[in-house]
């Protein structure tokens, strides 16, 4: 009855910067007839939006580009430019509370505000393991960005004493000789 697609890449750019490019497209199986903007037959986009963010190494946002393809509404795209908003905003704890707070309710697209929760995700997921390989290369050893986030990265976690020995707070193995 209803597909969701959503796809997110990470790309680093020649000036350095990442862009974070996410695109959401709803599809039905059935004919939909009563749109605003006409008809859209089974298999074409309900909704089909774009949103690209440019970061920093710190997931700083310094550029969006939003743009609604395909929605129910001729005015759908029309609330696109509200997602400059974001510029300025740090992709970290918080992210998701703040950008509701900007862009939620009539302030925004409730799908590309949906977007941004995977796109995060990717940022993160693109940006952190080069950060990492860079801290590790100048000497740098800091708390993990990730310690504590889930089951596997706890402090107590057998990969925390493997990886982190310096975080890990489980048990400490003892010998006996």
């Known amino acids: 009855m209803h597909r969701r697609q959503v796809e997110c890449i990470g ?6 910067l990442w ?17 605003d903007r006409g008809p859209a037959p089974a298999g074409q986009p309900l909704h089909e939006m774009w949103l690209r963010l440019t970061v920093d190494d710190d997931l700083n946002v310094v550029g969006v ?5 395909w929605g129910p509404y001729n005015m759908c795209g029309d609330i696109t430019p509200n997602f400059q908003a974001l510029k ?20 925004g697209c409730t799908h590309l505000l ?25 000497g740098v050893r ?3 960005g990730l310690l504590d ?29």
């Open 88 to 107: 300025g905003l740090a992709i970290k704890g918080g992210w998701t509370q703040k950008t509701r707070e900007l862009l939620g309710g009539t302030k």
């Open 11 to 16: 790309y680093r750019r020649d000036d350095g």
């Open 65 to 69: 580009e939003a743009s609604t393809v």
């Open 114 to 138: 949906e977007l941004l929760g995977p796109m995060a995700t990717t940022a993160f997921q693109t940006i952190y393991p080069l950060r990492s390989r860079r801290e590790r290369e100048q």
């Open 142 to 144: 800091k708390r993990p």
């Open 19 to 35: 862009d974070i490019e996410g695109h959401l497209v709803d599809t039905k199986s059935y004919d939909l007839k009563d749109l």
């Open 149 to 177: 986030s889930c089951h596997a990265w706890a402090a107590d976690s057998p990969v925390i004493a493997k990886r982190f020995p310096e975080f890990y707070t489980g048990p400490k193995k003892t010998t006996t000789g």
